[in-house]
């Protein structure tokens, strides 16, 4: 039998042991710490110590963790040895410039052949220890000093020498040198300075000889290539990198030389000279993208050369052909970069020199940019001044106030030209589609600016663009022929089609009848567009607006006035109400889901947009003329009457309803009817009848909602008219129809009639009443109506309760009617 201890006394047991539980886990804790600490720390010492060394740790049993370095040994040794060059050389160079002159010959030849032997020296010795670090610091202050000895001599020995001689001379002296001394130690700084300053010496040189642009020019790609035979066959990164950065740089400043020196020759021989360092760079570069292993800089590289050569062949061309065919000159040589894609080039190069010949259509399509965009933009200036007279030629008429661009003959020709290529090339090229809409948007833009070019006649000008309407459209529908939507190639047709129009139509507006044929040569053309499924949803809209427009002009040629105009013009909505109802849905059987599945189905929205546009010009024509807007309103509310007959859009009959109100406003007001009656009775009735065929479906709804906004739209303006008014029908009629409208609630136990009808009858027998009151007011005492007052106010508040259950049942007994 086992003895239990007492509660107490176990649970002190095991706090106990949960305590020095606690104590061990710590102490464990803290000795994994400083083991990893340790370890980390061994790894990072691992080069400095010997194989086998083991790491000494702290005492055991002290639980202390050592701090983790926040430097390694190899970080700190190169600060040090760092500053101690950087120190170093900063003394000598002081003590040349500055000391120089307190030491005779022998001492300076001394101290400077002394230093410098010991710095050059030094490394040696270190090398053969393994202190590799201490030796490349200490070889940097050996090449630091052989700069300065390079100074001190020419100071001593050869002070009138020319500077920049001297300085080429002695570049390429050090130059050698240090790549000999790097090479022989395997020192790794030497050999970057070397090549650094090997960029030195022939360009030094050749400002020494005093030589011409063109000279240093050719030095600098020189240059260039001797950097890039160095960085292709470097072996160090470091090598390479300065290799290559010292031949970008004195490559890029060769071609800009090159390329200022082509652009602004004043003759044949020095643009050819140019042009030929323009070549060698070119060849250069292709040289250079041959044998570079990866393949973005072979692109880049050949994308250059392409580049080059296209400037060089262009700043020929400035001197040699007129102004206006260099930009097509510089176009028929990037062309020709194209045939090295059938060649066996390597295929890096091929595509650089594709991309450069791309990059030079680009710039020759930009520089036919303003000649376009004149004319696409110029003819809104015509808008302002119509049909003020035939112009000389059609450059005139478009670029009427508009500055014309030099040397745009040639433009349709560069724009041509770049379709062509477009299109022969996009069969090989993965980026068809996008091909397919820029090659038509170029050849559309040759077509657009030729008869400006050419300057034709003003008449033969509006024909060459109608034509282009009508190519546009024929390759529209021809296009999208297949698809009941359109593709992108019919779509951007389209497009086209609709820019040139509306430029062409504002065109037009120089002569009347040149106005009226256009507007209608653009309707008909559109419409016959719109009568295929594809472009319909863009063509018949636009068909609408041109017949619009045609409308106007009509009208206006007609000498009409423009609210005489605005019924010409809603002919363009009754059209198009037309024609949405017979491409809408019903015309599948009156299946909204059917008529969506149809083509013609999907040009009813723009349809009915641009008959609603044109809608609202005819009233915007005709609301001078009170009796003219009222008729065009009604003819309007018919249209859209017509169009609510279709089940999809029944809601139309709210805005033909709306319509046909205004229409009788605008009649009454034209004929200075003032009785509100006669505005708010047309309302009140057709309300009264929606609001009971609405009961009639549907019980629950409630009479504020089926009859309150119909009895007090004009329940309302009639009284407020007859309390100002001092005649006796009008609040006797008004007094009858209240009381109708109260029987009427009584009768069918209708909340809103019941409210606004005893409501309108009391205040109407309030008005009438109001001259005796006001009488039998006068006649009594001053004090009088307050007295009334008073004692009204202690009857109901005698009787509050009694009041307030009153009430109650009264908000219970209208809550009860319908």
């Not at 061994?42 to 049993?61: E, F, H, K, M, W």
């Not at 262009?314 to 194209?338: D, F, K, Q, S, Y």
């Not at 303003?370 to 478009?398: E, I, K, M, N, Q």
Request: charged share 10%; proline share 8%.
């Amino acid at each position: 039998m086992t003895n239990l201890p007492p509660p107490a006394e176990e649970l002190r047991f095991l706090d106990a042991e949960l305590r020095q539980l606690d104590v061990r886990r710590a102490t464990l804790l803290r000795r994994r710490a400083w083991l990893v600490h340790t370890l980390q720390a061994t790894a990072a010492r691992q080069p400095a110590l010997g194989p086998g060394t083991a790491p000494v740790g702290p005492p055991a049993g002290t639980g202390a963790a050592a701090r983790r370095p926040e430097a390694t040994a190899p970080g700190v040794q190169n600060v040090l040895l760092v500053l101690g060059g950087v120190l170093l050389t900063i003394a000598a160079i002081a003590f040349t410039l500055v000391s120089w002159g307190h030491l005779g010959i022998a001492g300076r030849a001394l101290v400077l052949g002394a230093l410098t032997v010991g710095a050059l020296g030094a490394p040696v010795a270190l090398l053969r220890r393994g202190l590799r670090s201490t030796a490349e610091a200490v070889a940097a202050l050996g090449t630091a000093l052989t700069v300065l000895d390079a100074y001190a001599l020419h100071e001593v020995a050869f002070p009138g020498t020319d500077g920049a001689g001297y300085t080429a001379t002695a570049s390429a002296v050090l130059a050698a040198l240090w790549a000999v001394y790097g090479v022989r130690l395997g020192l790794r700084h030497p050999l970057p300075l070397a090549v650094a300053t090997a960029h030195l010496p022939l360009l030094l040189g050749a400002i020494a000889v005093g030589a011409g642009p063109y000279t240093l020019t050719a030095v600098s790609l020189a240059t260039a290539a001797g950097g890039t035979a160095v960085a292709l066959r470097a072996a160090l990164l470091p090598v390479r990198i300065v290799a290559v950065t010292g031949a970008l740089g004195t490559g890029a400043a060769g071609v800009l030389s090159a390329g200022w020196l082509c652009w602004s020759a004043s003759g044949p021989g020095p643009a050819a000279r140019a042009a030929a360092l323009l070549l060698v760079a070119a060849a250069l570069a292709l040289v250079a993208g041959r044998f570079v292993p990866r393949p973005e800089i072979s692109v880049g590289a050949a994308f250059a050369a392409g580049l080059c050569v296209v400037a060089g062949a262009g700043g020929v061309l400035r001197v040699t052909v007129p102004g206006e065919w260099t930009v097509p000159g510089c176009l028929a040589c990037a062309i020709a970069l194209l045939a090295t894609e059938r060649t066996r080039l390597h295929h890096p190069l091929r595509q650089g020199l594709v991309r450069a010949s791309a990059a030079v259509q680009g710039f020759a399509v930009l520089w036919t940019l303003p000649l376009v965009a004149g004319c696409v933009l110029g003819p809104a200036v015509r808008g302002a001044h119509p049909w003020s007279g035939t112009p000389r030629d059609f450059r005139d008429a478009v670029f009427a106030g508009l500055p014309r661009p030099p040397y745009a003959g040639t433009a349709p020709l560069v724009l041509a030209v770049v379709a062509a290529v477009l299109v022969v090339a996009g069969h090989r090229t993965a980026r068809r589609p996008a091909v397919t809409v820029a090659a038509p948007v170029l050849g559309w833009a040759a077509a657009l600016v030729l008869p400006v070019v050419l300057q034709l006649p003003y008449a033969a000008g509006l024909v060459a663009h109608a034509v282009v309407v009508a190519a546009a459209l024929f390759f529209a529908v021809r296009l999208g022929r297949a698809d009941k939507r359109p593709s992108p190639p019919s779509l951007t047709a389209l497009l086209l089609a609709l820019v040139t129009s509306v430029g062409l139509a504002l065109v037009s507006l120089a002569s009347e009848p040149a106005t009226i044929a256009v507007l209608g040569t653009l309707t008909v053309l559109f419409a016959a567009a719109g009568l295929r499924p594809g472009p319909a949803p863009f063509a018949a809209p636009a068909a609408l607006c041109h017949a619009t427009a045609l409308a106007c002009a009509i009208g206006a040629s007609a000498g009409r006035p423009p609210h005489h105009t605005a019924l010409l013009v809603l002919v363009v909505p009754a059209v198009a109400a037309l024609i949405a109802s017979r491409t809408g849905g019903s015309r599948t059987g009156g299946s909204r889901t059917g008529g969506s599945r149809t083509g013609g189905s999907r040009a009813t929205v723009p349809v009915e947009v641009a008959g609603a546009a044109a809608g609202l010009l005819a009233l915007a024509l005709a609301a001078p003329e009170p009796p003219m807007l009222a008729l065009v309103l009604s003819l309007c509310g018919a249209v859209a009457a017509a169009t609510a007959l279709r089940p999809e859009r029944r809601a139309a009959g709210w805005a033909a309803a709306a319509l046909f109100l205004l229409a009788t406003w605008v009649r009454l007001a034209a004929w200075d009817v003032a009785a509100p009656e006669a505005y708010t009775l047309p309302v009140t009735g057709p309300a009264l009848i929606v609001g009971l065929l609405r009961r009639r479906r549907d019980a629950a709804v409630s009479s504020w909602t089926a009859y309150g906004s119909g009895l007090a739209v004009t329940l309302v303006p009639s009284l407020l008219a007859a309390w100002d008014d001092q005649h006796w029908l009008r609040p006797l009629a008004l007094g009858v129809a209240a009381l109708a409208v109260t029987l009427a609630g009584a009768r069918h136990r209708l909340q809103a009639p019941l409210v606004l009808g005893p409501g309108v009858l009391a205040l109407v027998a309030l008005h009438e009443l109001t001259p005796y009151l006001a009488q039998f007011v006068g006649a009594l005492p001053r004090w009088a109506p307050p007295a009334v007052v008073g004692l009204v106010l202690l009857i109901l508040g005698a009787t509050y309760e009694q009041r307030l259950r009153d009430a109650r049942r009264l908000r219970e007994a209208l809550g009860r009617l319908g």
